[in-house]
């Protein structure tokens, strides 16, 4: 009878060390999933991490590249198509999407470039469309936006275009 009490209280501590990790992965994978359902919401742009500068500094130059090996640029100081940016990016909502090691659109070789000139630093994000969704990337991070980002950087380009804001690297 002895044996059988010894016995039974040693199978009793052998399953108490399973309760810490039972319950360490158990909040692991809560944790987890609260956070992905999280990181697939909408929000605003300028609240997601990176991009605080929106509502530090204020633009004073963009450069406009149609994909980013271009030789060829449009660079513009005129406020309104600064504006145009700025009220889009302002404005705009995004979901987290994914990371980017490389340029994701094949065509036309690759994302077109936004590059943002502050009176401290230049901000350059990528935009492009696939299957009818626009996206922007920024530090390698990929957003859906909601807006139509590319749409306005082919207007804003060729717009660039009209007012003589034609560059190259070589200029």
């Given at each position: 009878?002895?044996?059988?009490l010894?016995n039974?209280?040693?199978k009793?501590?052998?399953?108490?060390?399973?309760?810490?990790i039972?319950?360490?992965?158990?909040?692991?994978?809560?944790i987890?999933?609260?956070?992905i359902?999280?990181?697939?919401?909408?929000?605003?742009?300028?609240?997601?991490?990176?991009?605080?500068?929106?509502?530090?500094?204020?633009?004073?130059k963009?450069?406009?590249r149609?994909?980013p090996?271009?030789?060829?640029?449009?660079?513009?100081?005129?406020?309104d198509?600064?504006?145009?940016?700025?009220?889009f990016?302002?404005?705009?909502?995004?979901?987290w999407?994914?990371?980017?090691?490389?340029?994701?659109?094949?065509?036309?070789?690759?994302?077109?470039v936004?590059e943002?000139f502050?009176?401290?630093?230049?901000?350059?994000?990528?935009?492009?469309?696939r299957?009818?969704?626009?996206?922007?990337?920024?530090?390698?991070?990929?957003?859906?936006?909601?807006?139509n980002?590319?749409?306005?950087?082919?207007?804003?380009?060729?717009?660039?275009?009209?007012?003589?804001?034609?560059?190259?690297?070589?200029?």
């Amino acid at each position: 009878m002895e044996y059988l009490l010894r016995n039974a209280k040693t199978k009793t501590k052998k399953k108490w060390w399973l309760v810490p990790i039972i319950s360490g992965a158990v909040l692991i994978i809560v944790i987890t999933i609260i956070a992905i359902v999280a990181s697939h919401r909408w929000r605003p742009l300028k609240n997601a991490p990176g991009w605080s500068w929106m509502k530090e500094s204020s633009v004073q130059k963009i450069r406009l590249r149609e994909y980013p090996t271009s030789p060829f640029w449009a660079v513009s100081e005129d406020d309104d198509l600064i504006q145009s940016w700025t009220d889009f990016l302002a404005g705009a909502e995004i979901k987290w999407k994914g990371f980017s090691i490389q340029i994701l659109p094949e065509q036309g070789g690759g994302a077109a470039v936004i590059e943002l000139f502050t009176d401290k630093d230049c901000y350059s994000v990528e935009v492009f469309r696939r299957d009818g969704e626009d996206y922007i990337v920024k530090d390698h991070i990929i957003y859906a936006v909601n807006g139509n980002a590319l749409r306005l950087f082919e207007q804003t380009f060729s717009e660039i275009l009209n007012r003589g804001g034609a560059a190259t690297p070589w200029d």
